[in-house]
């Protein structure tokens, strides 16, 4: 069988965001259009013959047509054999995995993350690179250069592979190889963590509710968390992976999953609970009577990594991206361990991760993940908790208070206006950066602006400078205010404004997020002259 060329014309809007292309599912069912970006990135790279893809999905609607199409695109560019997920089901930290253990070319992960499913829901196609990570900047961009262009792609005509039947087919010359799923990142898991001190503690009656929220954590986290190590049938909720993800977007925070904090804050409640996102890579972690934000869970686990057979040595150093809270920082110094700061999105971890500057990393947006792979990991986070809560027997409530009490406490929001008009939220980031000289050394309430920029970052492997990533506003007394736009959404804008300030007193760790953060939304919404440029008086989500 010879590829057959199928001309083309370009699509508008193959731009990747922060994670991928992400759109409406009807769009991506377009004739012609995952065909186009997939040969696109593929033009941009070395030649792909006779080397091993890893393909696969997190389950929404259109996974199963989305993954035949790559396949077939796949095959007509000699790729010499693919790893695909049984039922076309892989989580994002597992595509990550298989890339890296097989010596993979690269992968293709379908996924739109936290995005809503379903037929009127979102879809997303991703590039992951040879180390696992997400495409670079360079690769995304020249992929999104040729989407402008191209002319025709290459495919391999053939009956579509059963997905079903685990096990080895032909496309063409292409080799289409169905795979287990779970089992080669299980073993990972099971390389890294203590399991038997793990599973001792549940055979003594710790209890734990983790949601998979219907997408693609629930067969791994079954076969780990309750095969593996022992917790009881039941643990995993929503554990069957559906297109619609039962109608609720995929998402594991306060707002997509308050009946885990309902449980939490129950006396008789779990002693633990989590959940994942639409692709797996994403966590959010409940202990009894307290919710640890992502930024306060990446410096608990920065700090006790150490207590997991993987992390014995100590880390190298922590990455967060720049509007995660700083609570990581103040561990970093305390312990002397060097510390990264890095723009929104996990592509940017990749080259520190690879030239072992660091080993634990970590995003506000409820991502947390070490070395073991290039993306985040959210069954990972879960299961560093229970390795650190099984070695130090304590709660989650008594370690992130002991933590407080000895690094500080790092308050912290983030504020989401949502389906903005893309050229007025424009303007006003605009404008934020237009301003911001006068904005140096002005006073707003008793509190006295310090510092005031742009973020840019320039990588310290290749030397890729990226600039425009958020604007930050730096207060005397440590409060932070950071302002960029959104990078995943498909429908208008969604500007984020991240609020923190800083407690070393831990006679004040108690209070109420809102009290201890004061006047920082108001005077967000002063600096940026929200009101007057999207016409909102407040945010649309509180996370
Ligand atoms: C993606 C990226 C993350 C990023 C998050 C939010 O997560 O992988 O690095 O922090 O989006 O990005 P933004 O603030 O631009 O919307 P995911 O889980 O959606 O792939």
């Given at each position: 069988?010879?590829?057959?060329?199928?001309?083309?014309?370009?699509?508008?809007?193959?731009?990747?965001?922060?994670?991928?292309?992400?759109?409406?599912?009807?769009?991506?069912?377009?004739?012609?259009?995952?065909?186009?970006?997939?040969?696109?990135?593929?033009?941009?790279?070395?030649?792909?013959?006779?080397?091993?893809?890893?393909?696969?999905?997190?389950?929404?609607?259109?996974t199963g047509e989305g993954v035949q199409r790559v396949l077939r695109v796949a095959a007509g560019n000699g790729f010499g054999r693919v790893l695909v997920g049984h039922r076309g089901l892989l989580s994002t930290p597992a595509v990550s995995h298989l890339i890296r253990k097989y010596g993979a070319f690269g992968g293709v992960i379908l996924s739109a993350s936290h995005n809503p499913g379903g037929v009127n829901g979102d879809f997303g196609i991703k590039y992951n690179v040879q180390n696992g990570s997400p495409a670079p900047e360079t690769v995304t961009e020249a992929a999104y250069a040729r989407s402008l262009k191209i002319t025709s792609y290459k495919v391999i005509d053939g009956p579509a592979i059963d997905l079903e039947r685990k096990g080895t087919s032909q496309l063409g010359a292409t080799q289409v190889e169905v795979i287990d799923s779970v089992s080669d990142y299980a073993a990972l898991m099971e390389s890294l963590f203590d399991f038997d001190r793990i599973r001792d503690r549940f055979t003594s009656g710790f209890r734990m509710q983790f949601d998979?929220?219907?997408?693609?954590?629930?067969?791994?986290?079954?076969?780990?968390?309750?095969?593996?190590?022992?917790?009881?049938?039941?643990?995993?909720?929503?554990?069957?992976?559906?297109?619609?993800?039962?109608?609720?977007?995929?998402?594991?925070?306060?707002?997509?999953?308050?009946?885990?904090?309902?449980?939490?804050?129950?006396?008789?409640?779990?002693?633990?609970?989590?959940?994942?996102?639409?692709?797996?890579?994403?966590?959010?972690?409940?202990?009894?009577?307290?919710?640890?934000?992502?930024s306060d869970s990446l410096a608990v686990l920065a700090a006790n990594a150490h207590l997991a057979p993987g992390y014995r040595k100590g880390i190298a150093g922590i990455a967060r991206s720049m509007p995660t809270s700083r609570a990581a920082d103040r561990v970093a110094a305390k312990r002397g361990i060097p510390m990264h700061e890095t723009p929104t999105g996990w592509k940017f971890f990749g080259n520190l991760l690879d030239?072992?500057?660091?080993?634990?990393?970590?995003?506000?947006?409820?991502?947390?993940?070490?070395?073991?792979?290039?993306?985040?990991?959210?069954?990972?986070?879960?299961?560093?908790?229970?390795?650190?809560?099984?070695?130090?027997?304590?709660?989650?409530?008594?370690?992130?208070?002991?933590?407080?009490?000895?690094?500080?406490?790092?308050?912290?929001?983030?504020?989401?206006?949502?389906?903005?008009?893309?050229?007025?939220?424009?303007?006003?980031?605009?404008?934020?950066?237009?301003?911001?000289?006068?904005?140096?050394?002005?006073?707003?309430?008793?509190?006295?602006?310090?510092?005031?920029?742009?973020?840019?970052?320039?990588?310290?492997?290749?030397?890729?400078?990226?600039?425009?990533?958020?604007?930050?506003?730096?207060?005397?007394?440590?409060?932070?205010?950071?302002?960029?736009?959104?990078?995943?959404?498909?429908?208008?804008?969604?500007?984020?404004?991240?609020?923190?300030?800083?407690?070393?007193?831990?006679?004040?760790?108690?209070?109420?997020?809102?009290?201890?953060?004061?006047?920082?939304?108001?005077?967000?919404?002063?600096?940026?002259q929200v009101e007057r440029h999207v016409a909102r008086k407040a945010p649309s989500l509180i996370v």
């Open positions: 069988m010879t590829p057959r060329t199928v001309p083309t014309t370009p699509f508008a809007g193959q731009r990747p965001g922060t994670s991928g292309l992400r759109k409406r599912v009807s769009v991506f069912q377009e004739p012609h259009y995952i065909e186009n970006f997939f040969q696109s990135v593929l033009d941009g790279l070395p030649s792909c013959a006779g080397t091993t893809l890893v393909v696969g999905g997190d389950g929404r609607f259109y998979a929220m219907s997408a693609i954590t629930g067969p791994y986290a079954t076969v780990i968390l309750e095969r593996l190590l022992g917790a009881p049938a039941g643990t995993v909720m929503n554990g069957e992976p559906l297109p619609d993800f039962g109608g609720h977007p995929p998402d594991p925070n306060l707002v997509h999953a308050p009946h885990l904090l309902d449980a939490a804050m129950r006396a008789d409640g779990p002693d633990l609970c989590a959940a994942s996102d639409g692709d797996g890579d994403r966590n959010m972690i409940i202990g009894r009577a307290m919710y640890v934000n992502p030239a072992g500057s660091v080993t634990i990393c970590g995003e506000e947006s409820s991502g947390t993940s070490s070395s073991h792979v290039r993306e985040k990991d959210g069954l990972w986070a879960v299961l560093l908790w229970l390795n650190v809560l099984a070695a130090r027997g304590q709660s989650v409530r008594d370690i992130v208070r002991q933590h407080w009490a000895e690094f500080g406490r790092n308050y912290y929001v983030r504020h989401d206006y949502e389906g903005l008009d893309d050229q007025r939220a424009t303007a006003l980031i605009e404008d934020l950066r237009a301003g911001l000289g006068a904005l140096r050394g002005k006073s707003f309430g008793g509190r006295q602006i310090v510092a005031v920029d742009d973020f840019a970052y320039t990588d310290p492997t290749d030397g890729s400078v990226s600039r425009k990533q958020g604007v930050r506003v730096l207060f005397s007394d440590d409060a932070r205010i950071v302002f960029r736009l959104s990078g995943t959404g498909t429908e208008g804008a969604t500007l984020r404004v991240y609020l923190e300030a800083f407690e070393p007193d831990p006679s004040r760790h108690d209070l109420a997020v809102d009290a201890a953060l004061g006047d920082l939304g108001p005077l967000s919404r002063e600096i940026a």
